[in-house]
Each structure stands twice: as C-alpha cells, then as structure tokens.
C-alpha cells in the first residue's frame, strides 16, 4: 500500500499540478453504520485519514489544501454529535499542531464564528498562529463554513466601506469580492474532490469553485487512502480545463 502511492506519486507531472485541492470529506457516519459503529467513531476514524490526506498533499508538492470539516448545516444534527465534532476538531488540531509546524504546514481555519461556544476562536488562532510563518502547505479547515454565510459577510464588509465613502460601489469587482472571502488572497480551487458518492457541493467554497473540476469517488471518508487521493491528481491532469475557450 505505502509504495502503492508512492509509484503513483512519481507519475504526477509536476507541470500540471493543480495548485489548489478542496476536499469534500463525507461518509464517516454511514461508514459507522457499516462496522455497528456509533457515528461519533467514525468521525474518529476521519481524523487520521485526514491526517494521511495532509502528509501525502505535502509529499506530492500540492501547495493549497482545504478540507470540509463542519457545514453551517451541520449544527441541524444532534447535540451529542455537534458537541463531539467541535471538541475534536480542535482536539485534533492541538494534537497535531506541533508536527503541522514542524513539516511546514502553514493552517488556518475558515469560517464564521456565529454560533461557536465562547473561547472557541482563540484557541483555534493560539495554535494556528505558530504554523503561520511556514509555507511549504497551506492548509485550510472548513469550520463551521457555509459559502453563502462567506458571502453575506463578504457583502456586509463591502457594505461598509460603501457607506463610509472607502469604496464606490462601481468600484465593487469580481477581484474585491474575492479579497473579501475567507481565502482571500488564494488561488481558487482547481480540484475538488467529495467522498461517499454524494454528487452535490452542500454549501462548499461556492464562488471559489466556479471553474473547478470535481472528482467523485464512491469511497467513505475513513477508508479514502493515499492512493485514491494520487489517483484523483492523476485523473485531474486528464482534463482539459477551457475556461470558456474553444
Ligand atoms: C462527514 O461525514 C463529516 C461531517 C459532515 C462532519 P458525515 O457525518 O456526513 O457522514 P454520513 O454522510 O452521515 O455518512
Ligand atoms: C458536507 O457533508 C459537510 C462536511 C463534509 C463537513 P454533509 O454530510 O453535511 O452534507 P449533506 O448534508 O449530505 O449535503
Ligand atoms: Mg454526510
């Protein structure tokens, strides 16, 4: 399996490699289901290949990963299984964060802050904030992310600036509303890949994945492999991306 991927690696061409890979990371609950499970354990068992996923975009050279970690959708399950992703979602990332660091990751989360408990945000900024002068891997966490709660906050910014005379609003371009997205400053994604045979966005990255390819695999999150994610690189650097050109 661990020279598996790596044969796949060494037939990436690096002329071709996308800049930026956004994952949809579905499945853990139905893989629960499928091993009599409680659903919380398969969010567990997510987190290592999340783990993986991170270790192998580094080995590959990608240079922008972001990754789905918690919808503005996902506060509609139950108490007992929103309280269990917030603790180990940032659980997860005070445990890694040291070797995060170390191997050059530069993360940071994005999102919204509503309705996170209290404190929340500082703690995720504590910890991101020593991996911030890396640059070897961006890696972003979708947390508590809705693209159409990036927008209205984008919009509500811009709003501001309009009414105190900073920007006109015929000065309100397709490049200002990127700079006024949670990525700003990012290339948009050229890739994006969702697991568990679910064909829909649910609210991801909508403005920044308007010329992206997507690559769908039937796999569950918790048995997506090093492979499989090469394999999608592979088969992005199939494509041929027109932008609206002949
Ligand atoms: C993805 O797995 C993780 C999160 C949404 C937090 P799901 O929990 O959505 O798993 P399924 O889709 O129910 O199998
Ligand atoms: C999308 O998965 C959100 C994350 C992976 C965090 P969901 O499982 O919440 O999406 P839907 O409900 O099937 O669209
Ligand atoms: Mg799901």
Known sequence: MENDYKSLIAKIDKT????????IMDGNGRW???????????????VKVVREIVETAREAGL??????AFSTENWGRSKIEVNYLLKLILDSLINEIDDLVENGVNIRFIGTEEHLPPGYDVKVEENCRRSWHNSELYLNVAMNYGGRRELVEAIQSIANKTKQGILQPEEITEQVISDH???AGMPDPDLVIRTSGEIRLSNYLIW????SE???TDTLWPEFTRAEFIQSILDYQERKRRFGKR
């Open 208 to 211: 920044q994945s308007t010329y």
């Open 16 to 23: 071709k490699m996308p800049t930026h890979i956004a994952i």
């Open 181 to 183: 997205l949670y990525t």
């Open 214 to 216: 997507f690559w769908f």
């Open 63 to 68: 240079k922008y990963l972001t990754v789905y």
């Open 32 to 46: 629960a289901n499928k091993h009599g499970l409680k659903r919380i354990n398969g969010h567990k068992a997510g």
